[in-house]
């Protein structure tokens, strides 16, 4: 197969649809050798932030000297970038190899069990898990899916796990309360393996502390155990168990980025005491050093993109809008997934000069099922083409969903220079 008969091979694996379970994966994984077991690995789950917390350690522990492995979803720019060392994805040759190998065992489990077909999502992961085997990396950070508990990526006996944030976000799978959002996301935890815990609710907080007790996982919370000290200029310090960090300039806006790069840098101190390599020259290289595509990211002097596409990223988005822009007009893109609440996440809007959209993608609402009330634009590129020659002081922030913005976002850095 050539490249692009591989991109369609994975995707024809697409319309499985979700059907959480983990009997498949162990078996494909026992089948393979068990490579997911053969390098070290920290475990990410989170209703937001799981991609920037990833980012911020990955740049961590290459700035201290390592290889390391990212496992992310979804892709902006191409599909390669899901499975990357050291912020380089995977190469072509390496993809089509891998995926020849994988039809082997795709062969076997189907001719000796009734399984059935996997889902695209753990061909990929069985994809990514041979990689890091092949590439023999020295640590890889693995995001989750959706949820935990049943994720496909819940077959690791890491050495330590992250839960970034509990929202609302694919209700349909991990239910529709907090704690029932939460107790898949804790699906991770292993015993006697740390367990970071981002901002949550006083009653996730509870639900996880007696998680931790039964499992004797020892536990930090941000603003509990980890304590994040604001300076000026968009610079935190990071205290942990009487360790303070470096001062940090963010290079991404926002309370919740905050709270992500305090995760990150939490793991890289708890790390350290086994990857001797990190310090805090690193720590702090790393984290302001990151850059994360599509997340809190600038597109010239006037166009921001934000993934935001649930309620808690949204409300995120409106903290960043009031925090750091309270004095300029701001105008809103949007578009969004059909399976999202978008007329809530538009109502938090409201206050915004707001433009609805849509754009190439399957699941993608049409233009005609947006609320009435709103403007709107068959065409984003002319909303876009508005901004970029805006003379004003006015700011254009393009959100509702990171598969949006992966389009826009190409349009803005390739296309339109075709």
């Known amino acids: 197969m050539n490249y692009t008969e591989t991109l369609n091979f994975i995707h024809s694996f697409k319309g499985n649809g979700r059907r959480p379970q983990l009997e498949r994966m162990r078996w494909l994984l026992r089948q393979a050798g068990e490579p997911q077991s053969h390098y070290p690995t920290v475990h990410i789950v989170g209703t937001n932030g799981k991609g920037s917390t990833t980012s911020y350690l990955q740049n961590i522990l290459t700035k201290s000297g390592y290889q390391v492995g990212t496992f992310t979803s979804p892709y902006i720019t191409r599909f390669n970038e899901r499975i990357s060392i050291n912020g380089t994805e995977i190469p072509d040759k390496d993809l089509i190899s891998l995926v020849a190998k994988a039809q082997v065992l795709l062969n ?16 990929v992961t069985l994809l ?9 990396v020295d640590m890889a950070i693995i995001e989750a899916g959706i949820g935990g508990r049943l994720d496909s990526t819940n077959v690791l006996s890491p050495e330590l796990a992250i839960c970034t944030s509990i929202g609302f976000d694919h209700t349909e799978t991990l239910g529709n309360s907090l704690l029932d959002i939460a107790n898949h996301k804790a699906g991770v935890m292993r015993e006697n393996t740390p367990i970071l815990l ?6 996730v907080e509870h639900f996880f502390n007696q998680k931790s007790h039964d499992l004797q996982a020892p536990l930090a919370i941000i603003d509990r155990e980890i304590q994040l000290l604001p300076k000026d200029n968009q610079t935190i310090q990071i205290s942990y168990d009487h360790w303070e960090s470096p001062n940090l300039k963010l290079p991404m806006l926002g309370q919740h980025q905050e709270n992500n790069a305090g995760l990150a840098v939490t793991a890289a101190h708890l790390l350290a005491q086994t990857f001797s390599k990190i310090t805090d020259k690193s720590i702090q290289e790393g984290i302001e050093e990151t850059h994360w595509p599509g997340r809190s990211e600038w597109i010239g002097n006037n166009i921001y993109l934000d ?72 065409d984003y590129r002319d909303w876009l ?7 004003s002081d006015d700011l254009f922030v393009v959100t509702g969903s990171l598969y949006f913005i992966s389009e826009v976002r190409n349009y803005l850095i390739n296309e339109r220079k075709a």
């Open 128 to 136: 990514m898990f041979l990689y890091f085997d092949l590439k023999q």
């Open 108 to 123: 076997d489990l189907e001719e000796h069990t009734d399984f059935g077909r996997p889902t695209e999502f753990e061909l």
């Open 307 to 378: 993934g935001a596409h649930n309620p808690q990223g949204i409300a995120s988005l409106k903290q960043v809008l009031k925090d750091n822009f309270a004095n300029r007009r701001v105008h809103i893109l949007f578009a969004g997934l059909r399976r999202k609440p978008l007329a809530d996440l538009l109502e938090e809007l409201k206050d915004y000069d707001i433009t609805v959209t849509s754009f190439d993608f399957f699941e993608a609402l049409p233009l005609d099922d947006y609320p009435k009330d709103f403007k709107r634009t068959a």
């Open 385 to 391: 083409a508005q901004a970029e020659s805006s003379n």
């Open 198 to 203: 981002g901002r949550v609710s006083a009653e």
